[in-house]
């Protein structure tokens, strides 16, 4: 009787999206339907009925575990990317236990992603700290800016100059699971927000690799996403589970 409780339980749980499992389990091929203010914005904008948002197709989906340094898992991280016929957006679930906070995400223009090596060379220095002596190091010995001096971002149809700050102390550290290579894969995250008014308060910086098969630094670095985004609730959302 138990076990059958138990089971009830944690199917309900995969179809209730105020419950983590919901979004552990929601697989690539769903739908979201966005009703945020710039979701209704871009319907206006695009034509489309008038208030009906959007409609998006879960097309990626990548599920980060970060841990204290005793190895527990302090947070997950479940980003999925959902994709229309013209934008790409990153809808991300962040749970803490059975806390759940919900984000969109999306790459501002001029930023493509690469190791830290590439994003030197393209002038985004700004992300990291300088080091001891900038004549002599090695892009994976630079650390993250906790106060970085980002240039103006496109933010609600005008230019703006954020002031970022660090959420955390430093990095939260973890990993993920990638399919494709057979294995698990270092992640670090930095967070930041701005206490200025913004349509785009958060700022994520997503470090994905820069070890080499025997856990030492890779020269370059990681794989660096940088995404600008907004917090988000479920009464601004439709999701369709395939």
Request: net charge negative; aromatic share 12%; charged share 25%.
């Amino acid at each position: 009787m138990f076990w059958k409780r138990r089971r009830r339980e944690e199917s309900a749980a995969q179809y209730n999206q105020d419950q983590p499992e919901f979004w552990r389990r929601l697989p690539t091929g769903s739908s979201v339907a966005l009703r945020d203010f710039q979701a209704l914005e871009e319907s206006d904008m695009a034509g489309t009925v008038s208030g009906g948002g959007i409609n998006y197709e879960v097309t990626g989906k990548r599920h980060f575990h970060f841990r204290s340094q005793g190895g527990s898992v302090v947070a997950e991280y479940l980003l999925f990317d959902i994709s229309d016929a013209e934008t790409t957006y990153v809808l991300t679930a962040v749970l803490t236990g059975e806390h759940i906070e919900l984000r969109v995400y999306f790459q501002p223009d001029g930023f493509q992603p690469g190791n830290r090596g590439v994003l030197l060379d393209h002038g985004f220095a700004w992300l990291f700290l300088e080091p001891p002596n900038p004549d002599s190091f090695m892009p994976y010995d630079l650390e993250f800016a906790p106060h970085p001096d980002v240039p103006p971002v496109r933010d609600g149809g005008e230019e703006k100059q954020l002031d970022f700050r660090a959420v955390h102390d430093g990095p939260l550290y973890g990993d993920f699971h990638d399919e494709r290579a057979g294995m698990q894969v270092p992640v670090l995250v930095m967070e930041y927000r701005t206490d200025q008014p913004a349509s785009n308060p958060l700022l994520l910086v997503l470090e994905e690799g820069g070890l080499d098969a025997d856990g030492e630094p890779v020269p370059d670095g990681g794989f660096v996403t940088l995404l600008l985004g907004s917090p988000i609730d479920l009464s601004q959302m439709d999701i369709y589970p395939a």
